[in-house]
């Protein structure tokens, strides 16, 4: 079996890579710069040169307020990306694994979104990113199609880098409390991908489709911003805690338009491939414990 993991330097590749590595898979990572997924015939051929049993595509344009202007980016990776991935999985006859995202949804459900919720992105961001899961489900038969949410790591940009970083510097901190959602480390997304992947290695069977997992509990990115410094100042890599106001989102405007609540519904998952939701909040430890022990971002 060999792995073929596109978008292989983000925080989702990244792990994916570490993790096939610490469980024996035969892996090929790969990133945009020697993989253009948004060129058919290129991506065509790579993937005929390495013959790979399954995709998983962890690569995306994910700058969402900046895909409001730059639509046409947001969209040659997010829609005809995965389109031409769908394409070379068809004509070599294998699965793909997808990522996509909550922001699909709208935010005004009050409850969790399921799989069957109608998507209706507000957003350049979520609607390349419901193209491409439209054009992955039109296109294969054998796919599982993962939305998940408020992704952080150890690597990359992300909302836990940005608090722990302004938390060095700022007594006061203004963050968003009437936005609801789960926080996802990319690690327990990874095992996700890969215990699918293990399942098609054993040869049992898989319900294709598409799929929510995030990790719990549900919370808003005030209360996120709350646990990532109080776990970094018991870590000591914080010498004080900041005062983390809560503001409404109209008082944080920004140039693409966030669904109020983005929860996911979980329950398709646990029951069909008997997968649990993991603790945010356990993951968050791992990423902070790595930081400090490569002394990074620490006091």
Known sequence: M??????????LGTELCLRSKERGYNFVGVDYDELDITNESSTMAFVAQVKPTVIINAAAYTAVD???????????VNRDGPLYLARSCVKADIPLLHVSTDYVFDGRKTAPYHETDAPNPQGAYGQSK??????VAHTLNKYITLRTAWVFSATG???VRTILRLAKERDELSVVADQTGAPTWA???????LEIVERMRQERAIPWGLYHYTGFPVTTWHAFAETICQQA????MLRKKPFIKPISTSEYPTTAKRPQNS????TRIQEELLISQSDWRKGLEQVLIQWKNN???ST
Do not use: H
């Open 295 to 297: 002394d990074e971002l």
């Open 263 to 266: 929860a996911l519904a979980c």
């Open 157 to 159: 940009n992300n909302f």
């Open 233 to 236: 100042f018991e870590l000591g």
């Open 130 to 135: 419901l193209e491409g899961e439209t054009a």
């Open 187 to 193: 690690g327990d997304i990874a095992e996700v991908l």
């Open 66 to 76: 900046r895909a409001e202007t730059d639509i046409a980016s947001a969209f040659a």
């Open 2 to 11: 060999t792995i073929l993991i596109v978008g292989a330097a983000g925080q």
